[in-house]
């Protein structure tokens, strides 16, 4: 058989990450304060930018307020974000060029737990790769820490963590270890069951054992990425704001939050006469260029991120209305894909677009993460919001008379309305509103 060559031309698809667009997914996942910062730089670094009205802009960010009126500043904290640490770890790893841009792509998908929220599948898909190049940018990332960085559940989370003191097993009893990870990777159920004695009977493993397992688990951080965010209070406010009329609802971007930039129109007149002039020297022409472009660049990634952000909070309001006419208890459950198909987005842009964003409502400031909320199912079979099941929790608890409600009893009038829920799911959201047990609760009272 003969063997033949020849040039064939064929299109192909392929995901570009131009030094632009690079930018502009960064800007769009940046917090209020880190593009304050970056605008800062840019600023410092660039000729060719320039501020508008800067003082007037600095003082009304202080106070928090701005021209929608009263916005309430938020003390958040501010540290060492997580994607700067993990950037930072990539740089002195020994990847190839295609697997550093890819676990670069990954720390961009991370949320603020340090979990990725998107699938591998989804990330083949939009990049045009295979799964497996995905996987192994995944598993590299894993590497570094915090330990349990890129897992997708907590479980995976928790494994991650166990996985890693294997080399380590002198700060730890070598069987307790082992117990540890095979509960976590073999009997999950079990464990979030708190089933003891069913675990001990599974794993053939002592009550002494099985109770250090157990605290070495509860030992373990579920939420890694957290832990940079939890120092150092800072002021921002609210990127977007939800005003009431009386025709319904309006979104309003806040103009403190943004920085406002424009291109020094000194600079700008001379490129244009030297581009008129030959005698003017072409490395400063050049340079200028150069500048011109980057700030160029710069603006259109911050009124892109103002667009995305204004979107991404109307249809929000447009799907959660109820919440904001009655309250709490009327949040339905949404997730971050419902509004990438609504608006013809990637899910990874709505992603970035809501993280460590802000919004004022007329019911208050909130992290725009808080109207996306998992789904239980009710009565009718519509499904309520996590966040709205709480809510219900909390007014129960508040209205409580002599009596204290167990965990069962508010299972149980949660269910007589139409929420399917289990006493542990009523426990465990109980716990993350820091509301104390019903018997701690009675002893209070006494």
Known sequence: MQQAYSLVQQQVQRLAMTQTLQ??????????????????????????????????????????VGRIGDVAALAVAQHDTLVLTLQE????????????????????????????????????????IRKTDVLLALRELQSFEPLGVGARDLRECLLLQLTARSGYTQTVDAAVLDVAIRTVAGEWKALC??????????????K??????????????????????????????????????????????????????????????????????????????????RNLSSATALLRSIEARRR???????????????????????????TLKMIADELGLHESTVSRAVAGKFVQTPRGVFELRYFFSS????????????ASVKASIKALIEGESQEALTDQALANMLQARGIQISRR???????????????????LAD
């Open 23 to 64: 930018q502009a997914i960064a800007v769009l996942q940046m917090s209020t304060s880190e593009l304050w910062d970056y605008a800062e730089q840019a600023v410092t670094e660039n000729p060719m930018l320039d501020w508008v009205h800067r003082e007037r802009q600095d003082r009304a960010r202080f106070r928090g």
């Open 89 to 128: 770890q990539l740089r002195f790893s020994d990847l190839c060029q295609p697997q550093r841009k890819l676990v670069r792509y990954l720390i961009d998908c991370l949320d603020e737990r340090g979990y990725l929220e998107i699938s591998v599948e989804e990330i083949a898909e939009h990049l045009q």
């Open 193 to 206: 069951g708190r089933k003891r004695s069913q675990l001990m009977g599974r794993l053939g493993c002592s």
């Open 208 to 289: 002494e054992i099985m109770n250090e397992a157990l605290s070495l688990i509860q030992s373990l951080d579920p939420h890694p990425g957290l832990r940079y965010s939890a120092s150092g209070a800072a002021y921002i406010v609210p990127d977007m704001a939800i005003l009431r009329t009386g025709d319904g609802y309006i979104v309003a971007a806040n103009d403190v939050a943004f920085p406002h930039l424009r291109v020094n129109e000194e600079y700008k007149s001379y490129l244009t006469f030297a581009r008129a002039e030959r005698g003017t020297e072409s490395d400063t022409r050049d340079y200028l260029l």
């Open 308 to 334: 995305t952000l204004h979107r991404v909070v109307e249809a929000l309001v447009a799907y959660q209305q109820e919440y904001f006419d009655f309250g709490p208890t009327r949040l339905k459950p949404l």
């Open 375 to 386: 789904r239980l199912e009710a009565g009718d079979g519509a499904g309520v919001s996590s």
């Open 425 to 443: 799911t009523v426990a465990k959201y109980r716990e993350e509103m820091k509301i104390a047990s019903s018997s701690l609760r009675r002893a």
